[in-house]
C-alpha cells in the first residue's frame, strides 16, 4: 500500500533519509539492534500519521519522529541512564585541548573519536551528532529536539568543549598504555 500526498509518496519523502535515521538512533541507543528495533517502529509511525504531513523539509520530520522514538525507548528500556546533568563549574574546558581534526589526524582510523562520542551524555551526542554528522542547521535542530535556536547553539558549544575533555582523556590514557615503559637499571 502506497500512501500519497499531493502526488507524491511516502517512499520518495522519507525513504531517502533511512540512514540518517538510523544514524541519529544508533549514536543515541549505542546498539545498533536497538537502533534498527527504534528506526523501524520511527517508520511505522511515520507512515501511519504520513496523511498529516504537510510539506516542509521530510529529513527534519523524521528525524523528529525518530528522536522521539528513540527517547521513549530509552525511557522504557533504559530508565535514569545518561540522567546526571553535566557542571561546567566542576569542569572547566581546557583550552590546551586538541581540536577534533587534530586528534583525526592523529588518530586516522577515527577510533577515539567514536569512543570520545559514546562518551558524552546522550543529549550532548544528539546535537553533535545532527550538527556534524548529519550536517543540519541549528533551526533544523531546534525544530527536531523542540529546543531555542539559542539553546541549541549552547548546548553544541558545551557539547564540544565535553567532546575535546573526552578525546583529551581518550589520548593521554592511550598514550599512557603504549609509551614504552623504562625499567630500573640495576647496577
Not at 14 to 38: K, M, S, Y
Not at 85 to 106: A, C, G, I, M, T
Amino acid at each position: 500500500m502506497t500512501q500519497q500526498i499531493d502526488g507524491i509518496t511516502f517512499e520518495e519523502t522519507v525513504l531517502p533519509h533511512l540512514d540518517a535515521a538510523f544514524n541519529l538512533a544508533r549514536w543515541l541507543t549505542r546498539n545498533e539492534q536497538d537502533a534498527q528495533d527504534i528506526v523501524q517502529e520511527a517508520y511505522l509511525r511515520a507512515f501511519r500519521f504520513f496523511p498529516a504531513f504537510r510539506g516542509g523539509d521530510p529529513h527534519s520530520w523524521i528525524m523528529k519522529i525518530v528522536r522521539n522514538t528513540c527517547y521513549t525507548w530509552l525511557h522504557e528500556n533504559r530508565p535514569l541512564q545518561g540522567a546526571l546533568e553535566f557542571d561546567e563549574n566542576l569542569f572547566p574546558p581546557d583550552s590546551r585541548s586538541p581540536s577534533p581534526e587534530e586528534v583525526v589526524l592523529q588518530n586516522d582510523s577515527g577510533t577515539m573519536v567514536r569512543k570520545a562520542l559514546e562518551k558524552l551524555p546522550t543529549n550532548f551526542r544528539e546535537v553533535l551528532v545532527l550538527r556534524e554528522l548529519e550536517g543540519m542547521s541549528y533551526k533544523e535542530i531546534a525544530e527536531i529536539t523542540g529546543m531555542a535556536a539559542g539553546t541549541v547553539m549552547s548546548s553544541l558549544s558545551r557539547a564540544r568543549d565535553r567532546f575535546r575533555q573526552a578525546l583529551k582523556e581518550l589520548m593521554n590514557r592511550d598514550s599512557a598504555q603504549t609509551s614504552p615503559r623504562i625499567l630500573p637499571v640495576k647496577t
